[in-house]
């Protein structure tokens, strides 16, 4: 069984809709996702949203917070994750935000990928990480697509357990 079908069956399982805000995975996520059988019904949409123009008007990003930290950083993927939410009928929310490469940005190595992961229920619960891929840009874009998914189902477990904060 692949990551994409594992996270559908959770998704149907905890009776959770998606909503995704992609920056460097472009939509890659929700197109695994869409690739399994029945996904549809779990999936309400997908934002690919590269620059921070796109960031802050569709998701609501601060500039603010682009200045003081960078766009690849996690408190961005983090306002990306909430922004997703904000108008939306989901209840989850993945956010991607990095640089595939080849060559580092900002002082920032080639392969850096910052995610965020937001629940909502009685509480919004946001959960950060940061990762560093290494391969070329195709493969950074799969094994980070690959990554959001599949740490999907552990923070949804600390969010129901009601942790609110970085695992």
């Known amino acids: 069984m692949s990551i994409a079908e594992d996270t559908v069956d959770y998704l149907r399982g905890h009776s959770l809709i998606l909503t995704t805000a992609e920056s460097c995975t472009a939509g890659k996520i929700v197109t695994l996702l869409s690739e399994v059988e029945g996904s ?33 950083s996690v408190e961005v993927a983090r306002e990306m994750a909430l922004g997703a939410l904000r108008d ?53 874009q799969a094994e980070a697509s690959d990554y959001a998914l599949k740490w999907l189902p552990h923070f949804h477990r600390h969010a129901l357990l009601g942790e609110r904060g970085l695992v």
């Not at 009928?89 to 992961?117: E, H, K, Q, R």
């Open 88 to 140: 939306s009928t989901a209840n989850v929310a993945v956010a991607t935000t990095g640089i595939l490469g080849p060559d580092d940005v900002d002082g920032i190595p080639a392969g850096t990928v910052c995610f965020a992961w937001a629940f909502q229920s009685q509480v919004r619960c946001v959960f950060t990480r940061e990762h560093r891929f290494l391969g070329s840009r195709c493969q950074v």
């Open 40 to 72: 549809g019904e779990l999936i309400e949409s997908g934002y690919v949203v590269y620059s921070p123009q796109a960031k802050r008007r569709l998701l609501h990003v601060s500039p603010l917070t682009i200045e003081a930290f960078n766009l690849t």
